[in-house]
């Protein structure tokens, strides 16, 4: 515990804990003291009761923490001192030695606000003293506990350094300049007082937390007990401004509650200038003011209000010039190539499938693999000539997963689905066909942008979408996998009646 010193005929915090008095402590200093002293007579860590008033609860909660027998670390030290300075020589045994290391540990995580801190910290002290340095390893139980009280600190720390704010006080209160009133979870109040200390300057400040306070007067720190009860004993002038500034940039089009008290914890909130406000603007957005797509201030301008909805105000990735440039998914860093639609330009009838298969993707055209022939028998049963209907998918991409040396087919994700929307929209307004037969679930779900749309429900019934008849129908690599002869021939069956109604509505 740094340095050694001369040893004196009466113990000092060992004869209180032996007297059964507990200790009390109100700091590292003076706990490290006492610590030392106890090391030093081998007083075990069971033997010893610490007791702080800055852990929680009363006291003198236990039965055996009378008010009569509880002395304060200090006080139990004091004779000793007092008596080694008579006879000229410093108080205690030969002080223990300890890593840097573990004294720095100990020194953070003794700001850590959990129950019996110093004693656990002596357990530490005692279990290193004892030859188990392991204990500072965070791979046993309690260097694992040390590590996160340490860990807790840090992030107090950072937190503190990050949400507290500080407020100008009027010209003519005198110093200090700027007050800020901050609720830590841990003793930080010291060590972050340093850290504006080297920040601000000359420029005079006060930290005020329900427990302490700290002033800089532009050259020394001073630290005092608690001057304030709350951040409404703070007035400032600008605040008002502020608060005007802030509501005006607020957008509730792009309000995203879950992820602004993820970078704020609620706890800071309170504390914030902005804090008093934020409830309300975030109320006012859920119950509608995302619709004028700015702040009721906004919407109250004169001039014609343009409702907008909160998906639409999400910025938009930039239209690829081509769809072999196309980067809206990841499908094209192991497709061949992207295959496009084929097909007359104002053809009546589109049909839309899911993807290119293995055999599209060699030669870069649509439906010429085993499902696109048993698409051209269907067609020819429903009197409908291949080369006057439009082809095309909707993802552009083949999306597959190696199984030895094949590359078998992988049902394309909805985010894929929608990336690719992009270019189904595009052939649409090109074509303009009065049919649009959907093969399959994947196409069903691109062609009606309804995720959740189920093929069972619509299959053989067609329905109307933006001005359009869709008719949907199985899948042709569904044919071919279904098992059973006469569920093929069902299926097949479905197929040419849905490519026959589709070829009736565009008449």
């Keep these: 515990m740094g340095g050694t010193a001369s040893s004196v005929s009466a113990p000092a915090a060992a004869a209180t804990v032996a007297a059964g008095r507990p200790l009390l402590v109100h700091s590292f200093d003076e706990w490290r003291r006492a610590a030392r002293d106890l090391l030093a007579h081998q007083v075990a860590p069971h033997q010893v009761q610490w007791i702080s008033h800055k852990d929680g609860g009363d006291l003198f909660a236990h039965a055996d923490a009378d008010p009569a027998t509880v002395v304060t670390a200090d006080a139990a030290l004091a004779p000793a001192q007092a008596q080694a300075a008579m006879d000229g020589h410093a108080p205690g045994a030969a002080a223990p030695r300890i890593s840097r290391k573990l004294m720095d540990m100990l020194q953070t995580a003794a700001c850590c606000r959990v129950p019996n801190r110093w004693a656990f910290l002596y357990l530490v002290l005692w279990r290193w003293q004892q030859g188990e340095h392991a204990v500072i390893s965070a791979a046993d139980e309690d260097g694992a506990k040390l590590h996160a009280m340490v860990k807790a600190v840090k992030r107090e720390e950072h937190d503190m350094h990050a949400y507290i704010r500080f407020r100008e006080r009027r010209d003519d209160a005198g110093p200090p300049r700027f007050v800020a009133w901050f609720e830590p979870a841990h003793d930080v109040l010291p060590q972050v007082a340093k850290h504006f200390a080297s920040r601000m300057g000359r420029v005079t400040w006060m930290i005020a937390t329900p427990d302490a306070s700290v002033m800089w007067d532009g050259c020394t720190l001073h630290s005092t007990g608690p001057l304030m009860r709350g951040p409404e004993d703070i007035v400032d002038a600008g605040e008002a401004l502020w608060l005007t500034y802030y509501r005006s940039i607020f957008n509730p089009a792009r309000l995203n509650a879950e992820l602004m008290h993820g970078h704020i914890p609620s706890r800071f909130w309170k504390n914030l200038p902005e804090g008093s406000v934020v409830p309300a603007m975030v109320s006012q957005a859920a119950t509608g003011a995302r619709q004028v797509g700015q702040t009721r201030s906004v919407g109250a301008r004169g001039g014609t209000a343009i409702p907008i909805a909160a998906d639409k105000a999400q910025p938009q990735r930039q239209a690829p010039s081509t769809l072999d440039a196309c980067r809206r998914c990841p499908l094209w860093e192991h497709a061949t190539q992207a295959v496009a639609g084929v097909g007359p330009a104002q053809a009546r009838i589109m049909l839309v499938g899911e993807q290119p298969g293995d055999q599209e993707d060699l030669a870069g055209l649509p439906f010429v693999g085993?499902?696109?022939?048993?698409?051209?028998?269907?067609?020819?049963?429903?009197?409908?000539?291949?080369?006057?209907?439009?082809?095309?998918?909707?993802?552009?991409?083949?999306?597959?997963?190696?199984r030895g040396k094949r590359r078998m087919h992988k049902t394309p994700a909805q985010r894929e689905v929608e990336a690719c929307n992009y270019w189904l929209e595009s052939e649409l307004a090109q074509v303009q066909p009065n049919v649009i037969v959907a093969l399959g679930s994947t196409a069903l779900k691109a062609i009606t942008g309804n995720p959740h749309a189920a093929l069972k429900d619509v299959l053989g019934q067609p329905f109307q979408h933006q001005g359009r008849w869709i008719v949907t129908i199985y899948h042709p690599a569904y044919v071919l996998r279904v098992p059973g002869e006469a569920n093929k021939q069902q299926a097949m069956t479905v197929m040419v009646e849905g490519l026959r109604e589709a070829r009736r509505l565009a008449l």
Excluded: I, M, S
Excluded at 370 to 392: F, H, I, K, M, N
């Design 370 to 402: 085993p499902a696109g022939q048993l698409l051209e028998r269907a067609l020819e049963q429903a009197a409908l000539d291949r080369r006057t209907v439009y082809l095309t998918n909707a993802v552009k991409h083949f999306k597959w997963e190696p």
